[in-house]
């Protein structure tokens, strides 16, 4: 018996090995993605890293390949969220962090485990595609408003897919890059097949697009200042620093005013101040002096504080009339601004306790200083309809006041300035980021960046800024073509469904078959 004992152990090795090897490869695979962020930049991993998984999905059951996703999507959160430490680690250790990571490796996973499914269908890479964009769309909504982080498209802005952003947003983005990797990996395992030629039309199609992305001033130009006043690198312990915050930037906008006076800068046009720079009532004196001292409107970042209410918002803070119109935040991050299970909440977040802040209805939409302006707050950079709503109702561009200090000096800043180049190019827009310790930065519409600062560090920044009324194709079918893409992924899933089901019938009814007698 000895023959056959060794023989069951060699295969079981076998097994094993070939379980490590599938798996460490999608593990590169989703470290390869990690690089194709901001501030790395480098946009073509994101193609090997798809290819590799595609290839590694080939020909598996639904539970492997569940678990090839998750390998994947672990390697490339693990990594991307890092910057969660900053914030929460000094305090609460790396939990927060691996919990974050597994939940959002859970949603890859998932997407992964149907693709043996949609793989029975002609042309299955766009199938398998529209899936990983699927769970993208679904992380975005649940749990707690979702999480939209680390979408493909968010990856892409240094590579030539960006351009497909005017057409279709980060969705149709995210869809080229997967399915230009996964149709490579198919077109390597059968390249007689002319079928297989569609694989270049996302690139074919994104370099056709570039030359359309306008960037010229359609209605003038806006000479924009943005203060950054900074803030200490002392992570959850900013929580007690609202009165150096207020501090410096008001610091911040007296030095901006005596360097216009003295001619060292240009006049602006309208000011720009960072989110949360400063704590407010229905008025404030402090805040109202320094807008009288420039002399121009004001777009002031601020945590509101008005009848028992506290929002996260941007005043439009006239010099003559003091503050006026007030957009206020309408995605609150969870854990953080809105708490929405506070059990849990005291394990993972200092601010299980705070009251909820008081979430905006309404798009962001102002007329000042002559120009209609599109406003989204820091994490609202990464929902499509937030800015997408205020392009649609006429923005000539685009103001993004952010509060990054909270996640230190790592990758954090530079991955949300990386979705507002993404939204420029979207919408057709230029996008002031407005940042308390940096990276501020004004965005030209076709994703490029014109001017930035240094991170924690006080500055100042006076650009001319173009004004755009030309409206893309994303800005108007936008939430259109992420929905056709939900409804195509679910058919795929379904024809999938359908056809396994067959062959199974199929193959009980072959089995069932009366040997013929000879």
């Avoid at 076709?446 to 800005?475: I, K, N, Q, Y």
Wanted: net charge neutral.
């Amino acid at each position: 018996m000895v023959g056959p004992v060794v023989g069951a152990g060699r295969g079981r090795r076998e097994r094993v090995a070939r379980w490590v090897g599938w798996h460490a490869l999608v593990a590169v695979a989703g470290g390869a993605l990690f690089f194709a962020f901001p501030p790395h930049g480098l946009w073509w991993t994101a193609i090997p890293a798809f290819a590799a998984l595609w290839t590694a999905l080939r020909g598996v059951r639904a539970r492997r390949a569940f678990g090839l996703g998750l390998t994947f999507g672990l390697a490339f959160f693990l990594p991307h969220l890092l910057w969660l430490n900053d914030f929460l680690g000094r305090e609460y250790g790396v939990g927060p962090w691996l919990l974050l990571c597994a939940v959002m490796g859970l949603y890859s996973a998932a997407a992964c485990a149907f693709v043996p499914l949609v793989s029975r269908l002609p042309a299955a890479p766009v199938w398998g595609a529209l899936l990983f964009v699927l769970q993208e769309t679904l992380r975005g909504l649940a749990p707690f408003n979702g999480f939209p982080w680390g979408r493909v498209a968010f990856g892409q802005v240094d590579g030539p897919f960006l351009a497909l952003a005017a057409l279709g947003g980060a969705p149709l983005v995210s869809v080229a890059v997967v399915v230009t990797g996964f149709g490579l990996a198919s077109l390597a395992t059968a390249p007689r097949r002319l079928g297989h030629a569609w694989v270049v039309v996302p690139l074919v199609a994104a370099l056709a697009t570039a030359p359309l992305v306008g960037t010229a001033a359609q209605e003038g130009e806006r000479k924009i200042a943005v203060i950054q006043g900074n803030a200490p690198d002392i992570g959850l312990g900013l929580l007690y620093a609202r009165d150096t915050l207020r501090a410096n930037h008001l610091g911040a906008a007296a030095e901006l005013a005596d360097r216009v006076r003295s001619g060292e800068l240009p006049e602006p046009d309208l000011v720009v101040w960072p989110e949360s720079s400063v704590s407010v009532g229905a008025d404030d004196p402090g805040v109202d002096l320094a807008v009288r001292e420039l002399g121009v409107p004001n777009l002031v970042g601020a945590v509101r504080r008005v009848d028992g209410k506290q929002q996260n918002a941007i005043v439009d803070w006239d010099p003559v009339d003091g503050p006026g119109e007030v957009y206020a935040k309408q995605e609150l991050v969870p854990f953080a601004e809105h708490i929405p299970v506070r059990d849990l909440a005291r394990i993972i977040t200092p601010f299980a306790d705070t009251p909820d802040m008081d979430a905006g209805g309404e798009p962001g939409l102002f007329d000042v200083a002559g120009t209609r302006i599109g406003l989204g707050i820091c994490y609202e950079l990464a929902y499509d309809y937030v800015l997408r709503e205020s392009a649609a109702l006429g923005a000539q561009l685009i103001v993004a006041p952010t509060n990054n200090a909270w996640y230190g000096p790592g990758e954090m800043t530079y991955q949300q300035l990386g979705m507002a180049r993404l939204r420029a190019v979207e919408h057709g827009r230029a996008v002031v980021v407005a940042a308390i310790s940096g990276v501020s930065a004004v965005v030209r519409p076709d994703g490029t960046v014109a001017e930035s600062t240094g991170m924690f560090t006080e500055d100042l920044m006076v650009a001319d800024v173009p004004l755009r009324s030309s409206v893309t194709v994303a800005t108007r079918i936008g939430g259109v073509l992420g929905g056709l893409f939900t409804i195509a992924a679910l058919g795929a899933i379904a024809a999938g469904a359908w056809l396994s089901r067959r062959e199974r019938k199929a193959a009980v009814e072959r089995v069932d078959e009366p040997v013929p007698t000879p």
